[in-house]
């Protein structure tokens, strides 16, 4: 199992930067996917940024060019930098892990952490 903890969430002004950190319970190292998803109210919940198998990264469309996934494997820790926040970013901010054992595949999910982007 993977306990996950989001930190780093709050109020921010368009145009401004957030870094969101995810803390992992155990080594990051082995984990087959860990990243970011975000739910803004009456919306689904959707992919952010994430790590796949083979160190490759996954942005959405929305993000590319502002946001960055980046990973401290001894820290086992995830951060997000967000830069050029704008309104339509405000959500609240999940980190995702998958781990694979066997043909099985278990998600987890932290709590969650706010982001606001307002004036």
């Known amino acids: 199992q993977v306990q996950l903890v989001e930190s780093g969430g709050g109020l921010v002004q368009p145009g401004g930067s957030l870094r969101l950190s995810c803390a992992a319970s155990?080594?990051?190292?082995?984990?087959?996917?860990m990243g970011w998803y975000r739910q803004a109210p009456g919306k689904q919940r959707e992919l952010v940024a994430e790590?796949?198998?083979?160190?490759?990264?996954n942005y959405a469309d929305s993000v590319k060019g502002r946001f960055t996934i980046s990973r401290d494997n001894a820290k086992n820790t995830v951060y997000l930098q967000m830069n050029s926040l704008k309104p339509e970013d405000t959500a609240v901010y999940y980190c995702?892990?998958?781990?694979?054992?066997?043909?099985?595949?278990?998600?987890?999910w932290g709590p969650g952490t706010q982001v606001t982007v307002s004036s």
């Open positions: 790590f796949t198998s083979g160190g490759k990264t």
């Open positions: 155990r080594s990051i190292f082995s984990i087959y996917a």
């Open positions: 995702h892990a998958r781990t694979v054992v066997s043909t099985y595949e278990y998600d987890y």
